[in-house]
């Protein structure tokens, strides 16, 4: 008769914390985006690894509910409920990875922390904007460059990584449209106007022998414009405009926001920003309740009915 060899993996196997976390940031490395791999590679070198490593001397197979329970209210007495969120969050993604990788018997510790309700935060205004373009118009060494940057950052949503990595060949002025690669990990198009064209195409009149591979945004002396330059930019052009320093972000909930006050549909905003769950893109967008009872109207099952059958329910 057939009998069992293989032990129990939680009686004869050990796995050092480190090591377990290693081989998910490997995976991870190759499943996100380079800021979200920073993020677990920051937490779990400061917090996770030391902490685990201290309450579990250093087995994985040793982690329990009430060891994450201590590793998450010890991080709570010294930082804010959104902090302990934020760890709580990265904390169980490792947690369920490794209980699903190594098909563990028991089930997963579950360990709940008190959810935060974040306002929407508000993007930039119109007003703001048209004081951009002014400071970059007056001020700016490099006007032609930084009013482009500005319109295709209005014009598009794109995020600040995407915006920094564009070369020369991503851009196509005959179809107003840049090629993007995401946080998804996937090209996207992005689409903007003929405003916008102009625009680049009066920076594009200032450079010379533009080859395909180059980077798109350069400084006035030919170096490469990096992010960190151009937030730099950024900041100096929000200084000038006598306005509060905005974050590239606030350009997309502005695209956002404006997208939806043309079209009423929250579904191709979702889209045109990128977001997986439609949720994301009302706290986005600051969506109103009384903006989200229109949205839910506007799509009524029974008007819906009505205009295309002409048919109405009488008594």
């Known amino acids: 008769m057939a009998r069992v060899i293989k ?3 939680l009686t004869t196997q ?3 914390i480190r090591d377990a976390y290693g081989i998910f940031l490997r995976g991870k490395k190759s499943l996100c985006a380079k800021s979200t791999y920073q993020i677990y590679a920051d937490l779990g070198e400061r917090i996770i690894i030391p902490g685990l490593t201290e309450l579990t001397g250093d087995d994985m197979y040793s982690v329990t509910a009430d060891v994450l329970r201590a590793l998450i209210e010890g991080y709570n007495n010294e930082h804010d409920t959104g902090g302990t969120a934020f760890l709580h969050r990265h904390l169980m993604s490792f947690i369920r990875w490794f209980w699903d990788e190594y098909e563990l018997p028991t089930r997963v510790p579950n360990v709940k922390v008190k959810k935060v309700a974040k306002p929407p935060k ?3 205004s119109q007003e703001e904007i048209d004081k951009l373009f002014k400071a970059a118009k007056e001020h700016s060494q490099f006007p032609e460059r930084d009013i482009a940057m500005l319109m295709i950052l209005c014009d598009t949503g794109i995020r600040r990584t995407s915006l920094a990595n564009l070369k020369m060949q991503d851009v196509n002025l005959n179809r107003g449209e840049l090629l993007v ?5 996937q090209f996207h198009v992005k689409a903007f106007g003929t405003t916008t064209t102009k625009a680049v195409k009066k920076y594009l009149n200032c450079l010379a022998d533009v080859k395909p ?5 350069l400084c006035i002396d030919g170096t490469v414009l990096t992010w960190k330059g151009m937030r730099s930019v950024l900041r100096r052009l929000c200084a000038e405009a006598g306005i509060d320093v905005h974050h590239f972000h606030d350009f997309r909930r502005y695209y956002g926001k404006e997208l939806y006050n043309a079209t009423h549909d929250i579904f191709m905003v979702s889209r045109a920003l990128d977001h997986k769950d439609i949720e994301v893109t009302k706290r986005y967008i600051a969506l109103e309740e009384t903006e989200n009872a ?17 048919v109405r329910v009488t008594r």
Do not use: A, V
């Open 122 to 124: 508000q993007g930039i």
């Open 7 to 9: 032990g129990s993996p």
């Open 213 to 217: 591979d180059d980077p798109f945004w």
């Open 14 to 16: 050990k796995m050092k």
């Open 294 to 310: 229109e949205l839910t109207r506007s799509y009524s099952p029974m008007d819906r009915r009505y205009q295309q059958t002409g």
């Open 181 to 185: 690669y995401e946080k998804d990990q």
